[in-house]
């Protein structure tokens, strides 16, 4: 059985997982592959829950399918191992460029609900724009020992 919801901390991790995913995917695997990283288990749906995680799944998933069609099974037994492993790394940022430009527009679609309904309400960008307010962090509602 699942436990509480995912951490921040755990979710970023899993991301990394699958943007640096090489193999054949699956949820099962992905979950075979978590429960030592993360020491507990988690459910397919549990995961799928959690938007960046379902959408670097997604990425990786046509990573493994595009990776299939072009390379043979065994790899380039001519390539250097040195270039071997440039290329896998140059894969990998290419899976968390396209993972990080995901977020953009995710984001971008959020910001542009939100500005219209507050457009909509009647809030002007002006009102919008403004600085939050200091904080104070010595305020506090009762007072402190030793300060009086």
Known sequence: ?????????EVDKIVNLLTTWQGKLSWELLLRRMR???GRD???QGLDKQQSISIAFKQAKERTRIRAKKAPAGGDPDLPPELASALRRIDNLKAEVELLQAEKDR????F??????ARSRGISDYDLSQPLPPVDRD???GKREGKR
């Open 42 to 44: 988690f459910t397919r």
């Open 36 to 38: 030592p990283l993360l």
């Open 1 to 9: 059985m699942a436990e509480a919801r995912l951490t921040g901390a």
């Open 139 to 141: 305020k506090s509602d």
């Open 107 to 110: 984001l971008l679609e959020r």
């Open 112 to 117: 542009a609900t939100w500005l219209y309904n």
